[in-house]
Structure formats: C-alpha cells, structure tokens
C-alpha cells in the first residue's frame, strides 16, 4: 500500500477527487494517511476529517522563522513514513530540503499546460487570468514532480481543456479542475502505486 500525504491550503477540491479514486477504485494500492494545511480555515481539512483520514494545520504564523516552520513540516511528514507527497493546491514554496529528503516523491497538480502560465505569481485563479489575457485557445492542467524550481521538476501527465468564448477565469479554472485536474491527479497516484510512473 503507497502511503500519501497530500498538503493542501483551500478548498480541497483536488483531494477530494483523490478521496473519491480510491473509493470508487480509480485509485488502487494507495492510502491517504495524513493531510497538512498550512490555513487552519482550509476547507480540505474538513474533506479530510471527514473521511477519518489525520487533518493537521502546520502554519507558518505559528512560528518565529520560516526555518523553524520548515523544520515542523518535515518533522511531521517524517512521522508518517510517506512514501508519496501530493502537493493539491498548497500555496507555500516546499523547503529545499525536503525535496531532498523525497526526491521523486513529491508531486504537484498545476492548472496549466506547463510550461505555460507557471512560475512565481501563477497559482490558482492567476493562472486562469493569464491564460484568458494571452488568448490561448486550449489550456489544461499538469502533474509533475517538484524539483527546486518553481513548476520546473519532470511532466508525468497531461490533460488539454478547451477555452470557450466568454469564459471568465473562474469559468475556464472550473472547467479546467473537472475536465483534467480530478482526472490526472488520482491517475497520477494510481500509475505511481502500480509501477507505471516510477518514483526516484
Ligand atoms: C487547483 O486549481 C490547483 O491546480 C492549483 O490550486 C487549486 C487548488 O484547488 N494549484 C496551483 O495553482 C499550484 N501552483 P483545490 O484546493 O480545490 O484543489
């Protein structure tokens, strides 16, 4: 059984689509042991409780350096013995030195066709933005394993999403988050459970 953790910092929608593969066997061979936000308010951290799965809320505020924030973080994952890190919409940059700790191991789900609309300042909605302002006519989303650049680390898969006329960024980010980020990210994991993405 691959044992995840999966760091989160809003709604969750990308866990829960985690959550639902391995209900309904999309998903086989792994388990969600623990999940981690960095906001205490992170609605994920109701997804995960309510599926009896650990919730924990690590915040930076709650300590007086980054280092020492860092240092709690890997603390705890080390606790769980992970053997697959999923970063589903966590907002904060990953210390440098847990990306030693798991090399290979780390995933990330970014909302666009990397290596487009990504890098410092692209998250989230931003994204959706940029891609609408630039004109592009096919987006989509990208999982792949986080190195210590920002978006930069190897593209396991891809899915494209049609832009439509009209859309708004909060428009082509649903569609985006239906069409190919709850698809690709429980695949991910799956192919990674089952040997067909090898882990480093
Ligand atoms: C998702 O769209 C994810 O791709 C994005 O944040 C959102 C989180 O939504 N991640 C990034 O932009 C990372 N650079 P969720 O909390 O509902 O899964």
Known sequence: MLRVGVLVSGGGTNLQAIFDGI???????????????????????????????????????????????????????????????????????????????YPNRIINIHPSLLPSFCG?????????????????????????FVDEGVDSGPILLQKAVEVKPGDTPKLLQQRVMEEAEWVILPKAIDMIANGEILLG
């Open 23 to 101: 209900d309904n066997g999309v998903i086989r061979g792994a388990r969600v042991e623990v999940v981690i936000s960095n906001n205490a308010g992170a609605y994920a951290l109701e997804r995960a409780k309510a599926h009896g799965v650990d919730a924990l809320c690590i915040s930076p505020k709650e300590y007086e350096s980054r280092d020492l924030f860092h240092q709690a973080l890997l603390a705890r994952l080390d606790e769980y013995k992970l053997d697959l890190i999923v970063l589903a919409g966590f907002l904060v940059t990953i210390p440098a030195e847990m990306i030693r700790r």
């Open 120 to 144: 410092v300042g692209y998250y989230g909605l931003k994204v959706h933005e940029g891609a609408l302002r630039r004109g592009v006519k096919v987006t989509g989303a990208t999982v792949h």
